[in-house]
Nanobody, 117 residues
Framework: QVQLVESGGGLVQPGGSLRLSCAVSVSLFSIDVMGWYRQAPGKERELVARVTRGGSTNYADSVKGRFTISTDNAKNTVYLQMNSLKLEDTAVYYC???????????WGQGTQVTVSS
């Protein structure tokens, strides 16, 4: 069983920054894709950013140039650096990993990010 533990959410003013962390209980070398998703009230969960084992990244258009996904293999952790936060970034953010060899995908419990003045 793979466990993901997110942290780093909170309340921030517009224009501020937060860094989310997702600690994974397995080596990142066993993972094909790591991603961050978010779900705002009344909306569907959407992809924010993801990174493949090969290092390729892609971002939602709404966060390009503001958010950066990165990994630390030594710490089995994936990060989401969020800068220039906007009101519409308010959501619960979830970490997701897709294991290699079709071994399944897993979700974290979510961390709340609230952007408010």
């Amino acid at each position: 069983q793979v466990q993901l533990v997110e942290s780093g959410g909170g309340l921030v003013q517009p224009g501020g920054s937060l860094r989310l962390s997702c600690a994974v209980s397995v080596s990142l070398f066993s993972i094909d894709v790591m991603g961050w998703y978010r779900q705002a009230p009344g909306k569907e969960r959407e992809l924010v950013a993801r990174v493949t084992r090969g290092g390729s990244t892609n971002y939602a258009d709404s966060v390009k140039g503001r958010f950066t996904i990165s990994t630390d293999n030594a710490k089995n952790t994936v990060y989401l650096q969020m800068n220039s936060l906007k009101l519409e970034d308010t959501a619960v953010y979830y970490c997701n990993v897709v294991l290699r060899f079709r071994m399944g995908d897993y979700w974290g419990q979510g961390t709340q990010v609230t952007v408010s003045s």
